[in-house]
């Protein structure tokens, strides 16, 4: 059917099942047919009906009120003020121009929910559909401003998303069909992943990462392979997917939109966010540093109006052969396994992204069941014989041992961590070992966005697993919110840090030390055989992490412009299993446990020689048909 | 060094070498720096210093008269008419715009060869550079029209070279290099070949072939993957190489330059011609059927205009970090392998393409010796376990043997054949028994175009093997000359033949029978069971020819658009062995004895699993990295 035939078939049902509908349009926006009505009863109450007409086209349907009927936001806001009751405690409303609902932000949610009175009150009187969600414990100054975003470009994105409706309902072109797999970025390598998904229809395009080397001699390596044929004019491009917000798989996809791609994004809404944060800081710090910057804002603006927020789980058709669900993958906020749905029951491809199969303070295991999967691609960060074998709670063990063993002898701690994930899980784990008594009380010093990064969490409380979720929204008892947590501001705040001769711990953005705040305490500190560097994460070939946490006696970093040698006497130390990424063993096991076997699996994501390793080894272990492609090779599966 | 600075350093070189040398002009014409001079010792005797200074710039330099002390081609034709002596016997003479050189065709060519004088008189009064052929035997109007066309497209072409002069000393870009092979069409498949070849600077078709099935449930299979973005738009291709003229080699590089492809094709002379010759049949016999055809003769045409002809053993710059060198491939006339010796040093790729390892009645074995090889690609038409292994002289005894009984039984034989290398062969094993008489004298009917490409063999004597050439050139004792061949001519002389009850041999085309007069004889034949039908060449799965050969017991043709259904009670014989392409103990001792050893090696052109069976064979006996491409994939080898 073409995109005509799925609107008049939609109102057709329509017509049939409840012929007063007052339907005043019924349109596209993007994978889902909406239709406006004048009818309350139908917008308000009817679901059963959207639901049944969704499934005998199968289309998403939604229903809302036609734009004529509805009241301004100003007037709105002011009615859901007086209609919810005080002692619901409403912290804000916002409105979802996408979807029409009124977002009501309540500290007890409940006392509305249970009030269904409440709800069809403020649905009938405002023609807004209300949704009660819990008002976050934490504000989120990226969440806020992502939300005013949107809303700003409302009309933008209404006709984007008409525009992709027509595309979507583009009939198949008759012919061969082929499905073909390129590598382009983060293949045999840890970084700039990207990987193209064409089939005879549809070009997809997972993920597109950078390098964050600053080798003036080698520019080029910073990016996938994105001049290549394949992937040129970027606006060849139907899809692009997102897995997870690390700038090796989010860095560049803002350069996509700069060079020409005006497409969907599809990720989760987490993702969103912490992608346009981070990729909003390397731009910043980029400019700081004087490092030549490939992107500005307006293209990471870009992106975010062509935005498609997906939920795990949720099936859209993303072109008209293909259809993406977005699971779990454990690895941070937010963060998914793809799954693409190619032809009719045609076939199948799983890219789990970068993932963790084992439970963590903040997520569920990666999800391993999928309906159907006949390609498998997977991850081999940590697949290399001599990588960390530990499970999450001894990683804890291991970091307060290392802090007790620090406090002893006068001196502090310093953790170099990403703003995303990692620090949340240090954080968590320092205020459950100072509850428990396990560390002495300590002042715990938060740098760079770590603190932003943490209410980006509290904001998306879906995304965590269920005992976070509930220590935090449920018994009100939110770790993030220990007072031994302290953010720092200001570059005073900062001195007065490093000078004081407490006993602390910092944690630090980088990650990989290259660049960022940690490398000012770092000057400071590792003179002194006192103090301690705590790796908690990767570590990548290249990076002044690596080459410090294998033994450098002493580094050249430049203060002031001016090469200044570091001697390093500060104990340098290794908290293995704090990790995102699944290590061997947790590999192995997905596979073990995965549903469906895939036939074929694709390992990439690995420094050095480990992706081939690890397709070896699945290849033997297994038995199942595995291998490792070189950036710039194409497979084909179907 | 840039285009104008080469040009630039060859002029000065000449300054030093030959003070007082009247250049008048300094251009590019493809690769070669072309040197203009109104001095007649330059042009006309000092090759040392055209040498010299090739040598010094790595380039190739040609010496050439100032086109204004050139006579016009009818004077300068009437004066060497009076030098060159009358016993001589002189043939034809006609002009090479692209080099300056006046071709001399004639029956004695050693009495001016031997005569320096004549040639320096010849040289110095009519500015031509005069070149002294041998008359070919035999009279191709391919040939002939072929080279009125170039003459005629003399300033365009001159117009392409200088502008293609210009790329081919563009400096290379800098930046990463890799290099890249893409399989579009003949990889585990026979037919259609085309094998993309992109280095981080260049873009390089091998072939771009069809397979001539007339399906029109799936007319995408007929040519290779040519609409993917590898290879879009075709106006970014630097160069096509042509490997050897049959179509699916050949057959569509029309269509490159019919969809904006202008650049140049690289191949043999005969290669050219042929190429041409199967084009121009091609699109005849498809519209003479109804088939929808794809090109024109005037793309055919567009392709002679931009297309170099190459010497076997000759080095050419194709693109700033990509040279060419064919080799002799022993396959068909003209046929070569590929050698590309890619950056400076940097890597070597042969793609031996369709080749007989093995000293044939017409060629030469293919060339395994290479200045340097790390990938290599082989085809593998006959490497399957139950494929042909008998040698050339055996398959002449089959073929004598089947002609003898046949006879005896009063039956006459009818061969299908390709018009290129297979009826030459079979020309030659005929020719040669009935003037041993291992055969008795017989008529031996020649259809299609056999006669017009058995002419272009003989025009081409350098690209057959030693003995054939000095039997054709040196004995004249030319085979193809013998009394017993008829070429049929009309319709009329057809049915004829066919009423006839003498016993004859007949050679037609098509070699797979689908389609050409072969089809015609076929009908008459099939039902009577005192003829024969005698396979000498691979018929291609899904081809009538196969379904014949594998044992039907009768078939359904059309007639005048009717179907006829034909009872085959003709013997069906098959002289293994007359192969163009090497059998699998060939292939396998090509590998065996090829210097130097390849690091991998690529199998492709092979039908159903051959491709892939062949690579695990070759990686358990040489132990070399072997594999075969799919269609569509691409591996990355550098
Ligand atoms: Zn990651
Ligand atoms: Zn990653
Ligand atoms: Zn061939
Ligand atoms: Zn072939
Ligand atoms: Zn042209």
Redo the contacts between chains.
């Keep these: 059917m073409s995109f005509r035939d799925y609107l008049s078939e939609a109102k057709a049902i329509f017509d049939r099942l409840y012929p007063d509908n007052k339907i005043s349009e019924v349109d596209y926006e993007g994978p889902t047919i909406v239709v406006y009505t004048k009818d309350e009863e139908l917008f308000s109450k009817r679901d059963d009906i959207a639901r049944q007409i969704a499934q005998e086209l199968r289309r998403r349907i939604a229903v809302r009120p036609d734009p004529s009927i509805m009241l301004d936001e100003d007037t709105a806001e002011k009615l859901i003020k007086e209609i919810i009751p005080d002692e619901a405690g409403l912290k804000d409303i916002y409105f979802e121009p996408d979807t029409g609902e009124a977002v009501i932000e309540l500290d007890e949610p409940s006392i509305v929910t249970r009030n269904q009175e409440v709800m069809v009150n403020i649905k009938s009187r405002t023609k807004w559909s209300p949704r009660i969600v819990r008002a976050p414990p934490m504000y989120s100054r990226t969440v806020k401003e992502m939300r005013e975003f949107l809303r700003s470009v409302k009309k933008e994105r209404k006709e984007f998303l008409h525009n992709l409706g027509i595309k979507l309902t583009t009939p198949v072109m008759p ?2 069909t ?1 499905i ?1 797999i ?1 590598a382009l970025g983060g293949h045999r390598e840890v970084g700039r992943s990207a990987t193209l998904i ?1 089939t005879n229809n549809s070009k997809i395009l997972v993920d597109c990462g950078m390098i964050n080397v600053n080798d003036p001699d ?1 520019p ?2 910073e990016a996938p392979y994105l001049y ?5 004019p970027f606006s ?1 491009l139907d899809a692009v997917i997102l897995t997870h917000a690390h700038l090796d798989h989010s860095g560049l996809v803002p350069l996509l939109y700069k060079y020409g791609y005006d497409g969907p994004l599809y990720t989760t809404a987490p993702t969103r966010d912490l992608a346009a944060l981070l990729q909003n800081d390397y731009i910043k710090v980029a400019h700081s540093e004087g490092h030549k910057i490939s992107y500005e804002s307006k293209h990471i603006r870009e992106m975010l109006k062509h935005t498609i927020a997906l939920k795990y789980n949720e099936t859209t058709d993303i072109t008209p052969d293909v259809r993406l669900t977005l699971y779990n993958a454990g690895h941070i906020l937010g963060s998914a396994s793809v799954h693409l749905h190619i032809g009719d029951g045609l076939y199948n491809i799983v890219l789990s992204g970068d993932q963790k199969f084992e439970k963590t303070w903040l997520f569920n295991p990666a999800v391993n069941r999928f309906p159907r999967v006949e390609t498998f691609m997977i991850e081999s960060t940590y697949a290399g014989r001599d990588d960390y074998t530990y499970t999450r709670s001894r990683a804890g063990e291991i970091l307060t041992d290392v802090i007790n063993r620090t406090f002893e002898r006068g001196g502090s701690v310093l953790i170099p961590v990403f703003a995303v994930g990692r620090s949340q899980e240090v954080m968590l784990v320092i205020e459950d070992a100072v509850k428990r008594n396990i560390i002495p009380r300590t002042n715990v010093y938060l740098e760079g966005m770590i603190m932003e990064a943490t209410a980006i969490h509290a904001a998306y409380p879906e995304y965590l697993n269920k005992d976070l979720r509930e220590q935090i929204m449920v018994k009100r008892d939110n770790p993030f919110l220990s007072d031994i947590f302290k953010q720092v501001e200001t570059k005073k705040q900062r001195e007065e840090i490093m000078d004081s001769s407490e006993s602390k711990i910092i944690l630090a953005t980088a990650g990989m030390m290259n660049g960022g705040p940690v490398l000012d305490y770092f000057k400071s500190m590792a003179p002194l055989r006192e103090h301690s560097l705590v790796f908690v994460g990767y570590q990548a070939d290249g990076t002044l992490g690596r080459y410090i946490q294998s033994g450098a006696k002493n580094v050249t970093l430049t203060d002031n412009g001016k090469p200044v040698k570091i001697d390093i006497n500060m104990s340098v130390e290794t908290a293995e299993g704090f990790s995102g990424h699944s290590n061997k063993a947790q590999l192995l096991n997905y596979i073990a446990t995965m549903q469906p076997k895939p036939q074929r699996i694709l390992v990439n994501h690995g420094d050095g020689d480990k992706c081939y390793e690890f397709s070896r080894l699945i290849r033997s272990k297994f038995g199942i048909d595995a291998i490792s492609l ?7 599966v179907y």
Tied chains: 1, 2.
């Design positions: 012919g061969e082929w073909r390129t064409s080698h080029w390596e290549v044929p394949e992937i040129q060849s070189k950036n710039l090779e194409t497979v084909r």
